[in-house]
């Protein structure tokens, strides 16, 4: 068994603890009416993001509609993709992170009728491209069944702490590339895998949106481990993630709470109009707040930070692609 090169800085020794101490805290509902909707919202928060990455330019309403099998008008390929990401999600429970043999399994659905050889190992050439090109030519196929199978034995085996063991099969299973196509996304959901033996919340979590949000970032850290020969900077990068991940949803637990630091107050008429505008799209920008409201956009910008100083509403992810959460409960308003 060969053992992949790695380098566990003093910041991933800090983060193993911070997120230990993280995971002993969340205390996340999975139980009852709450934890059906919440696995459910990260369920399409997942798959949106993780197709997202490799280019899909569904919404996530879009994968909603197909998950509760409703008809969307998308690229034949688009809609494809989606139904197999549902379709390994569904099974998400019965892959065993540590067999090759079930990564080849979700990999052919993953990848069915998006790819000939899904579910078999690559017979070409491939590489890692980011957004200033390419980041990596993978080794040539000849190897890659030795060298998947050197992989998961060392996984199955090796005593690291399973943080550090997912981060570095992550890693390790892009430089490698073994698959022709579905490489991003098949890696991304077995990191998912390996973290649920860690602990089964992050079966709940949307571990992948964190790469969407990061992108550029993800491809830097792929560079840079690359060029060192090891994948330190790559477990730095996703230590970090984890972290933050698991912090956001912490405060996300309680998702209609009212904002205690300005128990008092209550919305006025313009708050409440854009809360329920939020509320109903997440994704809507503030020129189409100013429109609806008949304010200006200058005007909707500062209505927005107060109501974020409120902790009635938070942003997720970038200006571009994020998406609102309404924190404020309007069902009191009703």
Not at 23 to 31: G, P, S
Not at 66 to 80: F, W
Not at 83 to 107: C, G, M, W
Request: charge should be neutral; aromatic fraction near 8%; hydrophobic fraction near 35%.
């Amino acid at each position: 068994m060969g053992t992949p090169p790695f380098f566990i800085s003093a910041e991933a020794i800090n983060l193993i603890a911070e997120i230990s101490a993280l995971l002993e805290r969340h205390n996340i509902a999975l139980e009852g009416e709450t934890g059906l909707k919440l696995r459910k919202a990260n369920r399409i928060k997942t798959i949106h993001s993780s197709l997202a990455i490799e280019g899909n330019t569904l919404s996530e309403e879009e994968v909603s509609d197909i998950i509760n099998g409703k008809q969307v008008v998308a690229p034949i390929r688009q809609i494809q993709e989606v139904k197999n990401a549902i379709r390994v999600y569904d099974i998400y429970t019965h892959l065993n992170p540590f067999s090759e043999q079930d990564l080849k399994k979700a990999h052919k659905i993953m990848m069915e009728a998006l790819a000939d050889d899904a579910g078999r190992y690559r017979s070409g050439g491939v590489g890692v491209f980011g957004e200033s090109g390419i980041v990596h030519m993978a080794p040539p196929p000849q190897l890659v069944p030795e060298l998947m199978s050197n992989l998961f034995s060392w996984l199955q085996k090796s005593k690291d702490h399973l943080l550090i063991r997912s981060c570095v099969f992550h890693y390790e299973f892009e430089f490698i590339h073994p698959f022709s196509d579905g490489n991003g996304r098949t890696g991304r959901l077995w990191q998912s895998l390996i973290l649920g033996q860690l602990n089964p919340l992050f079966e709940h979590l949307p571990v992948e949106n964190m790469v969407y949000s990061n992108q550029q970032e993800y491809y830097d850290a792929i560079a840079a481990s690359t060029k060192e020969g090891q994948s330190g900077p790559f477990i730095d990068f996703m230590l970090k993630e984890i972290s933050k991940t698991l912090q956001n949803n912490i405060r996300e637990e309680t998702p209609n709470k009212v904002p205690n630091k300005v128990p008092n107050k209550v919305p006025n008429k313009s708050e409440l109009t854009i809360l329920k505008l939020l509320s109903d799209n997440p994704h809507i920008t503030r020129r189409e707040l100013a429109q609806n409201c008949l304010l200006s956009e200058n005007g909707i910008k500062k209505i927005i930070a107060n109501m974020k100083a409120a902790e009635w509403i938070e942003r997720k992810g970038s200006n571009k692609n994020g998406y609102w959460i309404v924190n404020y409960d309007l069902n009191s308003q009703s």
